[in-house]
């Protein structure tokens, strides 16, 4: 017994049901395994000066530390990689590196600078990189997301700390530190840091400030941030052209600064010190954002302004971590260690100081360390911190196999024990050898301790809401299954199945290959994402899945013909047999008579044969273009070849894939036949669109005079595509039947041949929106893209628009057919160059035409560029829809629009909502599984994100679908009422 049918409405109902629990359940996980780190209240005042305990009882206890006096030079470089000054390892710099720094290297030759490698957690965005450098603390990886919308940062920090002290700050460069602490400076001129295309300004802005500034004597602390060499690294990677003059332009700003008069020549001069750092690396293409050695190399430079002897030791390449900062410039400055801090502090940079103070700054930097232990675990350390510290056991090695508690125990005992005994041996003028190795045993078992603590706080998986959690995949599973369900209805749905194919009522066994490839290779990419490198090299599972399945198609469409071949040669020779005398006018009529068979219908399986062809190539072509991933990015491909060629080869690549992308849409538009006035409109709407496409790529993207033709290219296309969307169903006749595919005849009634005159303009309409929307699409592509990705922007046009003919003209179910243009579009998403790591995403492209800085519109632009492969497969599904043959309903009854909607939309947008639902919740819950997994944030964090993002674009592009069928259809069953009203 058939399942009843499922109606539209119900079938809309329970699909936005679905939807809405699947955003409930996402925002609920993500709400609950993303969460705001929890910070201590508060910020460190006396109570950082005195050994901790289990009471909150605050003394007036002062430091010991003597450079109250001191001032700073913060100097912030973005983007600028450690091994850009020191070099890797043994290896010094690239020569050229070195030669475009020359006073910069002459500090650190001459011991007068101190360099570090500083290790930056992901996510290698600017915002969290700098609260980590001020206030000690891992941020929260959802920091990535707020990079872009910065908000006052209320947690303690040094800022704060200076500003209570009554320092006065002064700040010039990336507005972020304007966002970040809104009133705390007295002097600021902020830049804003996402407006890539800018390399010059953004630094004249900083450097135009210094000569007043170093005159002045009324500052404390003066922040400089620079930008212009993580512009030229986003525009021309790790090796542009601009990066060795923005190197020379802070050599020349170092050597300002450091031999200025105003700081050599008085007291307040002999008391400042010049920091440098970065707030993170990029790789070879100059992007960051994820967690690669090349992105987390960042540079922490001290440059002593005043002593004209070497106080530094000499720099060996020192790895450090980027949160160290704090804790070694609050006591170098005298002010108490901010509360979240897990850094530890740099013990080069105290150099100066005698030794009493250096363990002085150990033992508070471990104080406020232990305060901070104990709000993870209470009562560490509380009853017998003061017994143990003057245990003599303390100091004898042993084997340690207790918890954390009792490890931390153990290893402050241990320094608290020789810090005490170094103590002792000070006083004996005779034990000098003695007291210097008390004096190294003392620090190392501070850093034993101290680098302890620090390892376990920023590895300790916070707290989660686990009810929420839960919640949130149970929702999202209960989301899964609904949708699984209406799937399930569709496929029991006989009447649908044989409307769209009468021809699978026959089909055997072998024709269900692409069927069973599709659900097999869906669980196979779902089982890959469980492992790291998988996740990290997603491209070759896409890739992989897109050849194997189109592979697929391509055998069984030749395999019919071949046996029709044989079949047909067996029954000549079997006529022959049976009457020899047969005369040669008899025998050729009979012959001429078999090849009719094979030919009428063979020409369709040519004509699949050759689309398939092409996907196939343009997919291998595809697939050497990027290498793409983490592992192998460095490999030699496609894209890496023509960069090494020349701008003039890539202009030449760029027009041309610019002018085959118009006639290829040309092409399409003229096999429509109907409305010639406006297709000749809608042809001339592609070729605007395409000469300012052309404007731009001639004028080599110039900043300030692309801006224009790009926003006049915004608004063209949105005019156009929103205009054919609103005003093609109203002008496409309804008794036309000239429609790009051929209408099988039958013995209708006049009637049906109304409701077929309508069929035709719906699909006539949908056919010519479709096809502007994936032109358009791909334009703007061509104007947002990097250079290197004109070719497969064309090539991923091609291959998808050669799917739809396929499919067009063969008999396949829905099911293999939408899945397949989504594997198109996943597959060409990586392609593009994309991958499962933050780094990859196009900030300069997200500024492209924009002339003030917006958060809203580069956000989106950034959203574009990303999922530009998944949304075109989605527009594409359109005109998919419009090649189907629907005649076939007005042979057994007049179809009514519910009926026609359902027909038209259940499965284009059901099972892009069914595959990513499924890859969804599986991801989802393979990152629970994974939460204490050493990749969390940096693979698989990343990666949800990306699922994310992705699952947005399918709301989009099952949106754009499902509005755009609704509404064709909904105007003409409204036009076909009013003219039969009229005509009646």
């Not at 290297?105 to 980590?132: D, I, N």
């Not at 998403?829 to 499962?836: K, V, Y």
Request: proline share 4%; charged share 15%.
């Amino acid at each position: 017994m058939a399942t009843p049918s499922m109606s539209c409405s119900r079938l809309a109902c329970y699909t936005s049901a679905a939807t809405l629990l699947q955003i409930l359940g996402l925002w609920l996980f993500v709400s609950g395994f993303f969460p705001v780190k929890p910070t201590v209240p508060g910020f460190s005042g006396p109570e950082s000066y005195r050994m901790p305990t289990c009471e909150d009882v605050l003394e007036d206890e002062k430091g010991h530390l003597p450079p109250d006096q001191l001032a700073k030079m913060y100097m912030v470089i973005d983007g600028l990689p450690a091994e850009f000054v020191i070099g890797r390892g043994s290896q010094p710099p690239e020569k050229s590196l070195m030669e475009a720094m020359p006073y910069t290297q002459s500090l650190l030759s001459e011991r007068k600078a101190l360099a570090f490698h500083a290790k930056a957690a992901p996510p290698t965005v600017t915002m969290p990189r700098l609260k980590a450098m001020v206030s000690g603390a891992i941020g929260g990886f959802l920091d990535v997301v707020f990079n872009f919308n910065t908000n006052a940062f209320l947690d303690d920090n040094l800022l704060d700390q200076f500003h209570k002290i009554g320092w006065k700050l002064v700040m010039f460069g990336d507005d972020t530190w304007i966002k970040l602490f809104p009133s705390l400076f007295t002097r600021y001129d902020g830049v804003n840091s996402f407006y890539v295309k800018d390399t010059v300004e953004v630094d004249f802005n900083v450097s135009r400030h210094l000569e007043v500034e170093l005159a002045a004597n009324d500052w404390k602390l003066m922040i400089l941030h620079y930008l212009g060499l993580d512009h030229a690294g986003h525009i021309g990677g790790r090796h542009s052209l601009l990066m060795a003059s923005k190197l020379k332009e802070m050599d020349d700003a170092i050597r300002l600064i450091h031999t200025h008069n105003a700081l050599n020549g008085d007291d307040y001069g002999r008391h400042t010190l010049l920091v440098v750092v970065s707030d993170h690396g990029m790789t070879l293409r100059g992007n960051h954002g994820g967690s690669s050695n090349e992105e987390t190399d960042s540079l922490v430079l001290l440059v002593d302004l005043w002593s004209e002897s070497p106080i530094f030791p000499l720099s060996m390449n020192n790895e450090v971590f980027q949160v160290d900062v704090a804790p070694t410039l609050a006591l170098l400055f005298g002010v108490p260690i901010p509360k979240d801090n897990v850094g530890v502090l740099l013990i080069e940079a105290f150099n100066s100081l005698e030794d009493e103070h250096k363990l002085r700054a150990l033992e508070l930097n471990s104080w406020q360390l232990i305060r901070l232990l104990q709000v993870h675990l209470p009562h560490l350390l509380c009853q017998e911190l003061r017994d143990s510290a003057s245990s003599d056991q303390a100091l004898q090695s042993k084997e340690f196999l207790g918890n954390i508690r009792e490890k931390l125990h153990h290893l402050y005992s241990k320094a608290k024990a020789a810090h005490k005994l170094w103590k002792l041996s000070e006083h004996d003028s005779s034990r000098t050898f003695a007291n210097s190795t008390n004096f190294n045993a003392a620090v190392a078992a501070y850093y034993d301790f101290l680098r302890c603590g620090s390892e376990w706080l920023s590895h300790k998986a916070t707290d989660k809401p686990i009810r929420w959690i839960l919640s949130g995949v149970v929702i999202l599973l209960l989301s899964s299954v609904l949708l699984l369900y209406i799937l399930f209805l569709q496929f029991k749905d006989h009447e649908i199945e044989i409307k769209f194919s009468s021809a699978l009522k026959n089909c055997n066994l072998m024709w269900h290959l692409d069927e069973a490839f599709v659900s097999i290779g869906t669980f196979l990419h779902i089982f890959s994402l469980g492992a790291s490198s998988m996740v990290e090299e997603e491209q070759y599972t896409w890739h992989f899945l897109t050849s194997t399945l189109f592979s697929i198609l391509f055998y069984m469409t030749i395999l019919p013909l071949l046996k029709e071949r044989k079949t047909v040669s067996v029954e000549m020779n079997k006529e022959e047999k049976l009457d020899f005398n047969l005369s040669l006018t008899s025998r050729a009529r009979a012959a001429r008579g078999a090849i009719n068979v094979i030919f009428v219908k063979p020409f369709q399986t040519y004509y699949q044969i050759y689309s398939l062809m092409i996907v196939l190539i343009c997919g291998s072509i595809l697939r050497g273009w990027h290498q793409g991933g983490v592992n192998w990015a460095h490999l030699p491909d496609i894209s890496k070849w023509l960069e090494q060629a020349g701008s003039s080869t890539m202009k030449a690549l760029e027009i041309t894939s610019l002018l085959s992308l118009m006639m290829l849409s040309l092409f399409a538009l003229s096999l429509l036949k109907s409305r010639t006035r406006y297709i000749c409109i809608a042809s001339l709407g592609i070729i605007v669109l395409g000469f300012l496409v052309l404007l731009h790529i001639i004028e080599n993207r110039p900043i300030n005079h692309s801006n224009s033709i790009v926003q006049i290219f915004y608004f063209s296309s949105g005019f156009l595509v929103f205009g054919t969307f609103m005003i093609s169903p109203w002008i496409m006749p309804l008794h036309c039947h000239k429609n790009i595919f051929p209408k099988k005849s039958s013995g209708s009634h006049s009637s049906d041949l109304d409701i077929d005159g309508t069929l035709v303009g719906v699909q006539n309409s949908l056919y010519l929106i479709g096809v502007m929307n994936v032109s358009s699409w791909c334009l703007l592509q061509l104007l947002l893209q990097q250079p290197v990705n004109a070719v497969p922007i064309l090539l991923i046009f091609v291959r998808t628009m050669a799917s739809v003919i396929y499919f067009s003209a063969g008999q396949h179910r829905q099911l293999v057919e939408v899945a397949a243009i989504y594997f198109l579009g996943m597959a060409g998403h990586f392609s593009m160059g994309n991958s499962n790591t933050l780094a990859t995403i196009d900030v300069a492209g997200a500024f492209i035409g924009v002339s003030s800085y917006s958060i809203v519109f580069p956000s989106i632009l950034m959203f574009i560029i990303t999922f530009s492969s998944p949304i075109l497969s989605y527009l594409s599904m359109v005109v998919s829809i419009s090649t189907k043959n629907i005649m076939n309903l007005s042979l057994s009854a007049s179809p009514d629009l519910s009926r026609l909607l359902k027909l038209l939309i259940a499965f284009p947008c059901l099972l892009p909502l069914v595959l990513n639902s499924a890859v969804l919740v599986a991801f989802t819950i393979i990152l629970l599984v994974m939460r204490n997994h050493l990749f969390v944030w940096s693979v698989f964090s990343p990666k949800y994100l990306y699922v994310c993002a992705g699952t947005a674009s399918v709301y989009i592009g099952v949106f754009v679908v499902a509005a755009t069928v609704f509404y064709t259809c909904t105007v003409f069953f409204f036009r076909a009422k009013l003219l039969k009203s009229g005509g009646s």
